[in-house]
């Protein structure tokens, strides 16, 4: 499930000015209980006729990112605009340049839910320790992308690496932040060479490179919904 901040119908309920403070809210509280954000509604309305957008909407697009949505939207920007690749270039240096900011450590504040499962678990432990000692990055070995979901919660800016060999779990995996979805099929090998085929995966697409320490988790029962049961910590091109 996720939550939109349809900032127009927002509005037309609560007047123009207590958008902004509703908007932070829903954002975090969806985070909080482990739900995605995508913020909407006039982001760039300047761009349906000009080539580059107000300084005004390059400040909201990064402000939702800071607030911690999970993506940002356009419509008539895109749908009847005249300028729809320039407008989502322009989002998209946004952004990047927005998340590179140091600002965007509130969303680290934030409260996680209480783990009620193992896997749940398993997510959070792995993300901190990824934290702690300075990977590179995290691999995902999931089913149903819950492992990556509940991993993106926890803002650790560092990228997540969802391998699946589900396509609706990677098409999901697309609206959360910080998850890059990757196709990679672990049922396919023994369970003897998948921590290693995994960590070669990211380093043929130029995601890693030898010697980068990574944070890998995966469960016992390799094509199982919620079995994630295991962390492991690699090191790229020393994977046996």
């Given amino acids: 499930d996720l939550v939109m901040v349809a900032r127009g119908d927002l509005a037309v309920e609560i007047g123009d000015e207590n958008v902004p403070t ?14 995605g954000s995508i913020t909407a509604t006039q982001m760039m309305e300047s761009m349906i006729e000009n080539s580059s957008p107000t300084r005004a909407e390059a400040s909201d697009v990064a402000n939702a990112v800071f607030d911690g949505t999970d993506a940002v939207m ?13 407008t989502i270039s322009a989002m998209s240096r946004i952004c990047e340049s927005a998340e590179r900011s140091k600002y ?38 999931t089913e149903g992308g819950n492992t990556s979901r509940w991993m993106s919660r926890v803002n650790s800016e560092l990228p997540i690496y969802a391998l699946s060999r589900n396509s609706t779990t990677l098409g999901a995996m697309t609206l959360f932040r910080g998850v890059v979805p990757l196709y990679f099929d672990s049922t396919r090998m ?5 921590n290693r085929s995994a960590s070669m995966e990211l380093e043929s697409r130029g995601l890693t490179k030898d010697g980068d320490i990574l944070v890998l988790t995966s469960g016992d029962s390799m094509g199982v919904h919620g079995s994630t049961n295991k962390i492991k910590v690699i090191i790229a091109g020393q994977v046996r």
Avoid at 22 to 35: F, M, P
Avoid at 74 to 86: D, R
């Fill in 22 to 35: 509703v908007q932070k809210l829903i954002i975090s509280t969806a985070r909080r209980n482990e739900k």
């Fill in 74 to 86: 356009l419509s008539a920007e895109t749908a009847v605009g005249k300028y729809p690749v320039e």
């Fill in 104 to 141: 965007t450590h509130i969303t680290k504040k934030q409260k996680i839910a209480d783990c009620d499962r193992a896997d749940h678990a398993v997510s959070v432990a792995a993300v901190k320790i990824a934290n702690d000692i300075g990977a590179k990055g995290l691999i995902v070995l």
């Fill in 190 to 194: 023994s369970k003897l060479y998948v």
